[in-house]
């Protein structure tokens, strides 16, 4: 098994059927034949230069990003996609770690470089939008004797400065072949892409289908839909498999589904957060075995998924949900104080058959020898060999599938002149999902929309706190350091200081909605939902319940105007009465 081989394989099925479709976007379906030659125009625009150094992919439209990758893949390039929603702060900083040789950009990744056209002297810019296609043969896209360059992923890093991984197409290649032949992914099958260029999660939802004859089934830039847009969109695109965080599945649950929907669906694949008993539970009780639900596991050190489960009866009672056995020539240890160990928490150690590429800055993190990557989760090894994640060793979390350094939250928090002291946390209220929590002690004058707009200057969204709690002290341990585990609530905080409840029925109907949202106990008709921790995804689903509560359609410009709960109201009674 090659590193090309993933050229080889889609090569073969655009020369079988080049009108079949390849990518389908909201604005249109492109075919094999026409992603085939978009592929072939980038890759001779890339070979202008001297075909060296590393590819920066900064583009909002996943099609550039897929064929650009296919084109460095082609021409032995070390390519680097990114989220384009970066602060000004780390787009300095991932240039100047990466020192790309080239970029590839559309219109809005050109915008968002637009200030740092300086580090970009001398670098070969390719606008994706303009690139002619090329002539495609299948002979050129096979066999080729090309370096495994690889692809580099920036993450989230505890000195607030961005962490790149380094990994390769052969990786990738094990993951894909495990994957296709593990739940018979093949010609014609619909996989959806619901994940941002900038995560390597994107690498799987787009080359699966490619490098099997299937098609990808893409969202959108900067959209994921929920609950029953969610279940809308799958049935229009008819997917067969999915891939998403868990935060996503579980907004499905709002969506009325029966054991009729979703007819095509057949695989559901849940990665980056920890799947609950419940979520399995009510998933079997709408389809039994019909439709496959399957936890992954794996560190993107180690590329993608290195340990799987595909999710039982005896799951939906677990008091932790394993993350399961490893894919085939995967090595799983847990360590305490250094030893393996089976039945005892440990540290869980992973090997690979392929050699990991490390970090791009030569730090040594986790990484052991050349094939080995301790991940800093915790975890168990049961004795029939199934692994179970326990949580971490240090202050990294998981939120929405993100992985979120607190440490580089609490960093950027600290550089505000109002703010004296910070502590980050991942928070769970009751029978929710986690949200990013920074709990401040400020100046007076210090507003929660000048804590919000200083956090997007410094973090890419998903490390942005979702909620500012003001405290007068941070509770520390008798050594000083923070205890997380004495935080307040934010329910209970907000509670306290609460004022301006809502004044009539509709108001008194989306402020419940909020609550319900938000897992607050109460709500101003002046709170500006973003500032009470509303981010896209809830924003999302608030949408969505609106025109299940109301029969309208609140439009996200409206929204945006006026996020509050008078605000929508107002909105929400205009939209009935147009409509009678």
């Known amino acids: 098994m090659s590193h090309t081989t993933i050229l080889d394989r889609w090569a073969d099925h655009v020369e079988r059927d080049g009108q079949a479709p390849a990518v389908a976007t909201p604005d249109r379906e492109w075919s094999r034949d026409e992603l085939a030659r978009y592929a072939c125009g980038l890759r001779a625009r890339l070979a202008e230069d001297d075909g060296r150094g590393p590819v920066l992919i900064a583009c909002a439209e996943p099609v550039p990003v897929i064929a650009a990758i296919l084109a460095c893949a082609a021409t032995g390039r070390t390519f680097a996609p990114v989220d384009i929603r970066q602060p000004e702060a780390r787009w300095a900083a991932l240039l100047e770690d990466l020192r790309p040789a080239a970029v590839v950009t559309d219109r809005a990744g050109g915008a968002a470089l637009s200030p740092h056209l300086g580090l970009l002297a001398g670098v070969r810019v390719v606008a994706a939008d303009a690139v002619e296609p090329g002539d495609w043969r299948a002979a050129d896209w096979r066999g080729l004797d090309v370096p495994d360059a690889g692809y580099v992923y920036f993450t989230s890093g505890t000195t607030g400065r961005p962490k790149g991984i380094k990994g390769s197409l052969q990786a990738v290649e094990h993951f894909l072949d495990w994957e296709s032949a593990e739940f018979g992914i093949t010609e014609g099958t619909r996989v959806s892409l619901l994940t941002s260029p900038g995560f390597d999660a994107f690498l799987r939802d787009a080359l699966v289908p490619l490098r099997c004859g299937g098609s990808v089934q893409a969202a959108g830039p900067g959209t994921v839909p929920v609950a029953a847009s969610f279940a809308e969109w799958l049935e229009k695109q008819r997917v067969e498999v999915v891939h998403c965080v868990p935060t996503v599945f579980r907004t499905l649950r709002a969506a009325g589904l029966t054991a009729d929907s979703l007819p095509e669906l057949r695989t559901v694949l849940l990665a980056g957060e920890p799947v609950r008993s419940a979520d399995v539970a009510w998933w079997r009780a709408l389809f039994g075995d019909d439709k496959a639900l399957v936890n992954l596991y794996g560190p993107s050190e180690t590329t993608m998924t290195k340990v799987f489960r595909r999710l039982g009866a005896e799951d939906a009672e677990a008091e932790t949900v394993p993350a399961g056995v490893p894919l085939p020539g995967v090595d799983i240890r847990v360590l305490a104080a250094g030893a393996p160990v089976t039945g005892t928490i440990g540290e869980i150690e992973i090997r690979t058959p392929f050699p990991l590429g ?72 009751a029978g929710a999902d986690p949200v990013l929590v920074a709990y401040v002690v400020t100046d007076d004058s210090v507003t929660d929309g000048e804590l919000r707009a200083h956090a997007e200057s410094g973090l890419v969204p998903g490390c942005r706190p979702a909620l500012h709690v003001r405290l007068a002290a941070i509770p520390r341990t008798l050594n000083g350091k923070a205890d997380r585990r004495a935080l307040p609530m934010p329910s209970a905080v907000r509670a306290a200081a609460t004022e301006d409840g809502p004044r009539n029925d509709t108001e008194a109907r989306i402020a419940g909605l909020w609550c319900e949202l938000l897992h607050l106990s109460a709500v101003g008709r002046h709170d500006d939902f973003t500032l009470l921790g509303g981010d896209s995804l809830t924003i999302a689903r608030l949408l969505d319940r609106l025109r299940s509560l109301f029969g309208v359609d609140v439009p996200l410009r409206t929204f945006v105007d006026d996020p509050t709960v008078s605000g929508l109201a107002a909105a929400v009674t205009s939209r009935s009465r147009s409509n009678r």
Not at 365 to 384: A, E, I, N, V, W
Not at 397 to 416: A, P, Q, W
């Open 358 to 429: 490390g970090y791009l800055d030569g730090r040594a993190g986790g990484f052991t020898g050349t094939h080995g990557y301790r991940t800093g989760d915790l975890g168990r090894l049961r004795p029939d060999g199934v692994l179970e994640v326990l949580g971490r060793r240090d202050q990294q979390v998981k939120v929405n599938g993100v992985r979120v350094e607190l440490g580089e939250i609490e960093d950027t928090l600290r550089r505000h002149p109002g703010v004296r002291d910070v502590c980050a946390a991942a928070v769970a209220e």
